[in-house]
Nanobody, 125 residues
Framework: QVQLAESGGGLVQAGDSLRLSCAAS????????MGWFRQAPGKEREYVAW?????????NYADSVKGRFTISRDNAKNTLYLQMNSLKPEDTAVYYC?????????????????WGQGTQVTVSS
């Protein structure tokens, strides 16, 4: 299995940037498709982005973050990243990284097998 731990969240102003990190355990990290999700209080968990080193490291983004967020991974460091630019107040949420054992892209949280505990991102107006 894999264990995940997010970091890098904080309080920023609208228009600022943050980079989230997700440290993963396990020698098989590179074999897992990875995703970022977020959840605001009282709301459902929302898909943010996905990456798989396979197929040329293809990525996928939710429409709400496309063009502003970039997902990447450094398999040598067992770390997943989410670069967040041009942050908006509606980006405020707890951000979670997740891994799935199955192949292919999914924007459904239930398809992911391993989760971190989350890191808080708060964007003020």
């Amino acid at each position: 299995q894999v264990q995940l731990a997010e970091s890098g969240g904080g309080l920023v102003q609208a228009g600022d940037s943050l980079r989230l990190s997700c440290a993963a355990s396990g020698r098989t990290f590179s074999n897992y498709p990875m995703g970022w999700f977020r959840q605001a209080p009282g709301k459902e968990r929302e898909y943010v982005a996905w990456i798989n080193w396979g197929s040329g490291g293809v990525t996928n983004y939710a429409d709400s973050v496309k063009g502003r967020f970039t997902i990447s991974r450094d398999n040598a460091k067992n770390t997943l990243y989410l670069q967040m630019n041009s942050l908006k107040p509606e980006d405020t949420a707890v951000y979670y990284c997740a891994a799935r054992r199955a192949m292919g892209m999914s924007n459904y949280a239930g398809d992911y097998d391993y989760w971190g505990q989350g890191t808080q991102v708060t964007v003020s107006s």
